[in-house]
């Protein structure tokens, strides 16, 4: 049982370049989340999923496009990178119970240059 | 909007002593509290949640209180060793699935 994971773990982007991140979990939950971690900002949720097909924003969506096409994976899409987007990225999944626990995955630094 | 504050940012301790971290908050509507570990580099651990309708939970050498009321919680451990070195964050679950996070307080546990 891995839980959540995330690729890549690291990445390198010049500005106006695209990537997407993954995230995978394999503990069948329905609701998924995207943060961004900045020092002096804490954690701020950029986009959530609470099931297939479906995507809200979140604090900070601007810049940042997601799609959640299998219930296990949700992708976080930078169409053209900013310097204003280094950071580093989590994902996060929790179950639709009463409990609403979040897990999270281990990050992905990116540096936009 | 809510509003969740830590303090202190930083705290360093010998080794043995109990501790206290505390997080505050401006809206007491919420459906539970977590507090999480992170590790330089690393992502996040859930170490306790606690449910709007409790007031405490228990793990370990880790308890953590909720009163909404006053708008805090706290996350005392006990008997601290140098492996509890690492960041700790506290998170309120709102409506719209919206996790707020306070800015962590760094804990250094000295040998």
């Known amino acids: 049982n891995a839980g959540v994971t995330q690729t890549p773990k690291f990445r390198v982007l010049k500005t106006g370049q695209s990537m997407t991140l993954l995230c995978a979990q394999d503990m069948n939950h329905e609701y998924m989340y995207w943060y961004r971690q900045d020092p002096g900002m804490g954690l701020r949720l950029i986009h959530y999923s609470v099931g297939e097909g479906t995507t809200a924003k979140g604090e900070v969506p601007d810049g940042y496009n997601v799609s959640r096409l299998k219930k296990q994976n949700f992708l976080l899409g930078l169409e053209s990178a900013a310097p204003s987007q280094t950071s580093v990225y989590f994902c996060?999944?929790?179950?639709?119970?009463?409990?609403?626990?979040?897990?999270f995955g281990p990050g992905t630094r990116l540096t936009v240059t | 909007k809510q509003e969740v504050t830590q303090i202190p940012a930083a705290l360093s301790v010998p080794e043995g002593e109990n501790l206290v971290l505390n997080c505050s908050f401006t809206d007491s509507a919420i459906y539970n509290l977590q507090w999480f570990r992170q590790d330089p580099g690393k992502g996040l651990t859930s170490l306790l949640l606690i449910q709007s309708s409790q007031r405490e939970q228990t793990s370990g050498r880790l308890n953590a209180s909720l009163d909404k009321s006053s708008g805090r919680s706290t996350l005392y451990i006990a008997a601290s060793q140098p492996g509890d070195s690492a960041t700790y964050l506290c998170?309120?679950?709102?409506?719209?699935?919206?996790?707020?996070f306070g800015g962590g307080t760094r804990l250094m546990v000295k040998p």
């Open positions: 996060a999944s929790s179950n639709r119970d009463w409990v609403h626990e979040q897990y």
């Open positions: 998170a309120l679950l709102r409506a719209g699935n919206m996790l707020t």
